[in-house]
């Protein structure tokens, strides 16, 4: 036995219990930062790498149809129809992630671990049911979508094989989104990046391969760029799945004797159903629009398929800057902290507004040089000029509107932000370019139709924000 002096152990005693605090206080900081981190730098560390990843992802959805656009026109407008499928199996992996990550930034906040647990976990299950549901119709919807909007072989065909296999192989861009959710929820968006990053790159690579037959692989077409999708979904799934289990022990996704919560279940559906249904109407509206465009010509069809996937540059970095501030805002309001609220809402707005009006500027600037990437004909180019500098005036305006809807997502009313989609894209845009395209006869006045739309969308915006605001914010901060 080994006596110690007892001044000695005094020190020593003393020593350690320093470095356990300090190593308390540190784990502290490191697992609150969403509640002490200045909000200007939080957001900032929080969006600037999903703003990179989400223009990594907007960068292989136009590489997707700039090598597509090589096989044909017909082609290019395969895709473009083959959107509101696509955009609607987004739309509820997305949806559900939202769901999701509110929960569990929620429950982080509010330092309720078993909720954290039950949030992922009951998140998993609805990811698994969705994506069961997809694959299924895979194999049944898409030949009778194509057949539904055009009768040009050409492009039901393109159409019909590349929906099939992205809808098929749908499990890779659930369980990726589920992944990046959680990480996101924690903080390490660093790690989520990496996810979408790496997929990203993957599919860019594989495109060219798959769609054209180098290094030996057979040349797909339309069908390898299918492939080269799903591939690039599955790779970034896996490496969420890794880092969530490696560098992610706030959260356990541990589904040993797993029984599905109805409780939490609701609660996620309750934010995820609005966003899904706020989603799913971009998929409604861009099949009416191509209803309303094919009037004029399968170009005009390809044209605004052109500017969705341009727009995305302009737009994706916003969704990034969006699911940065959603998890601070959502924090913070478990936390009762509504200046900083107040704050990450104003960086995000600000950030928005920059960012969104350098983006009409290149679209004013060079629509020609954007057109040309697509191997535009000069049919395409005389209508896709005008197209690009009249639909990118509502970007600003777009951006102030998507600011305020982190605050609807945080805070759990998401109802509204469905609300505003619905307006914008349903109840004023759709029968406002019919009417313009009718009573003109001129593909160029539809286009206005989404400038009006988002005016709009701009009331609606400050008047559910100005109802939470008073409902909830200045409520929290008199408390």
């Known amino acids: 036995m080994i006596l110690w002096n007892n001044d000695l152990s005094d ?19 490191k697992e ?76 982080l906040g509010a330092k309720d671990g078993r909720q954290v647990n039950r949030a992922a976990a009951n998140g998993l299950f609805l990811m698994v049911l969705s994506g069961i549901l997809f694959m299924v119709l895979g194999f049944l919807v898409p030949n009778a979508f194509f057949r539904m909007q055009t009768d040009i072989d050409e492009i039901v065909e393109y159409g019909t094989t590349y929906t099939g296999i992205v809808m098929t192989g749908c499990f890779g861009i659930f369980m990726q989104v589920l992944f990046e959710r959680l990480l996101q929820s924690t903080g390490r968006t660093m ?28 040349a797909m077409g ?61 998929s409604a509206m861009t099949f009416l629009m191509n209803q309303i465009l094919i009037a004029f010509s399968a170009t005009a069809v390809a044209v605004f398929g052109v500017y969705f996937k341009l727009q995305s540059f302009v737009f994706m970095p916003i969704f990034g800057l969006n699911n940065g501030g959603v998890p601070i805002i959502a924090y913070n309001y478990g936390a009762k902290r509504p200046d900083r609220m107040r704050q990450a809402v104003r960086y995000t707005m600000i950030t928005a507004v920059t960012v969104m009006g350098i983006g009409t500027l290149v679209f004013h600037l060079f629509p020609k040089e954007l057109l040309a990437l697509f191997d535009a004909s000069e049919d395409m180019m005389r209508m ?25 997502q945080a805070l759990g009313y998401s109802i509204y932000s469905m609300i505003i989609s619905l307006v914008r894209q349903l109840v004023i845009l759709i029968p406002t370019a019919f009417i313009l395209s009718r009573l003109t006869g001129n593909v160029d006045m539809t286009w206005w139709s989404f400038v009006i739309a988002e005016g709009f ?17 200045d409520v929290l901060e008199k408390e």
């Open 457 to 473: 969308s701009l009331l609606c915006s400050l008047f559910f924000y100005n109802k939470i605001r008073h409902e909830v914010i």
């Open 222 to 282: 339309v069908a390898g760029a299918a492939y080269a999708t799903i591939l690039g979904q599955w790779i970034a799934a896996c490496i969420g799945f890794f880092f969530n289990t490696r560098h992610n022990p706030e959260v356990s996704l541990n589904m040993r004797g797993f029984k599905p919560n109805g409780d939490v279940i609701s609660l996620i559906l309750k934010i995820a159903v609005p966003s899904i249904i706020m989603m799913s109407i971009g």
């Open 11 to 29: 020190v020593l005693t003393g020593h350690v219990l320093r470095l356990q605090v300090n190593k308390m206080q540190e784990q502290t900081v």
């Open 191 to 218: 790690l989520t990046m990496a996810s979408q990053a790496t997929g990203a790159i993957i599919n860019i690579i594989m495109d060219p391969i798959l769609i054209f037959g180098y290094f030996g692989f057979p």
């Open 384 to 408: 896709g000029v005008p197209a690009l500098r009249i639909i990118s005036l509502n970007f600003p305006i777009a951006a102030v509107c998507i600011a305020m809807g982190s605050v609807f």
């Open 32 to 107: 609150n930062k969403m509640g002490v981190m200045p909000v200007g730098r939080l957001l900032f560390s929080m969006s600037v790498p999903m703003m990179v990843s989400m223009l990594v992802q907007a960068l292989y959805n136009v590489v997707d149809s700039i090598f597509v656009s090589r096989i044909s026109e017909g082609a290019l407008t395969a895709l473009s129809m083959a959107f509101p499928l696509q955009n609607l199996m987004i739309a509820v992996a997305a949806g559900v992630g939202v769901g999701i990550n509110a929960i569990l930034s929620r429950a």
